[in-house]
């Protein structure tokens, strides 16, 4: 995305449909974002081309077949061990290297992620699947900024360009905060990111605010979110807050040149960090 393009951040869900939400081709230059809500037997092929994809099983149940040119077939069979992405339970998800070819099919209702970066062809890492045992669970902040982390894909684990992680932030606590930003290339103090948030509400009724802003406000984008939108964070601080009532439930999905989370703090709120 352009440094200059100020589009609107906010990508609408659409709850009703098979395909949940995603985000548009050529939004961003690195970050590829879709999920998808499947009924019993529904199938879902996935072909990764030159990216490579991790697949994310939100919740429900599921059986993927992959397959791969120098790779070979894999099949993981009734995998997933939540039935909402609100249990205090992590995640089933399946990493797939550039020119893999997969097939999801649900047994019941599965609600999946499909997240996309570009990948090495040259160095493909094989298909896998990564159980909830393998993912760190922590939290952060305190008070009324206290959030609950899954590493889903940490920059510990396998992968050439994607970091995937979800965040549980409670009944009217922040979460992203205080802000940062991680939109400059400029290791090791800061790493160059682009940044999707694919936003759950519960109850599904709530709404939630997150705000995109950089330090000379050429980008401030306020936005009232609601259950299945995506944002969308090509640079800048992106702070979330939650309404009293509801509980907050986001996928981050990055990716950039390196694969690396060195962000920087706003200056202006830093001072929090001290309470």
């Keep these: 995305m352009a440094k200059n393009d100020t589009p609107d951040l906010l990508v609408k869900g659409s709850p009703d449909q098979r395909t949940l939400v995603r985000v548009p081709e050529g939004v961003f230059g690195y970050v590829g974002f879709a999920a998808y809500r499947l009924t019993d037997g529904d199938e ?3 072909e990764s081309g030159d990216k490579e994809v991790c697949l994310v099983l939100l919740a429900g149940h599921a059986t993927v077949t ?7 077939p894999f099949a993981w069979e009734n995998i997933g061990d939540r039935q909402s992405v609100f249990e205090d339970k992590s995640p089933y998800a399946i990493y797939l290297p550039p020119h893999s070819e997969a097939r999801v099919r649900a ?3 599965a609600e999946i992620a499909v997240c996309e970066a570009p990948g090495n062809p040259d160095e493909t890492l094989p298909p896998r699947l990564i159980e909830p045992a393998t993912m760190r669970r922590s939290s952060r902040g305190k008070d009324a900024n206290t959030r609950y982390v899954c590493d889903i894909l940490p920059d510990s684990a396998e992968a050439h360009a994607l970091l995937i992680t979800e965040v549980i932030t409670p009944s009217g606590h922040t979460s992203s905060y205080p802000p940062h930003r991680h939109d400059t290339d400029d290791l090791p ?3 160059f990111l682009e940044e999707s948030y694919y936003h759950r509400l519960n109850p599904e009724q709530g709404f939630a605010f997150q705000r995109v802003y950089t330090d000379d406000r050429s980008l401030d984008q306020a936005m009232t979110v609601e259950n299945h939108d995506v944002v969308l964070v090509p640079r800048g601080y992106h702070p979330v807050c939650v ?9 981050n999905v ?4 390196t694969r690396a ?3 920087h ?3 202006a709120h830093e001072w929090l960090l001290k309470l």
């Design 107 to 109: 047994h019941g209702s």
């Design 261 to 263: 989370w060195k962000f």
């Design 66 to 72: 992959a397959s791969h040119p120098r790779r070979g």
């Design 189 to 191: 103090a800061q790493s």
């Design 243 to 251: 309404p009293y009532g509801y509980t907050s439930y986001y996928l």
């Design 265 to 267: 703090n706003d200056p």
């Design 254 to 257: 990055m990716a950039g040149p």
């Design 44 to 46: 879902l092929p996935v």
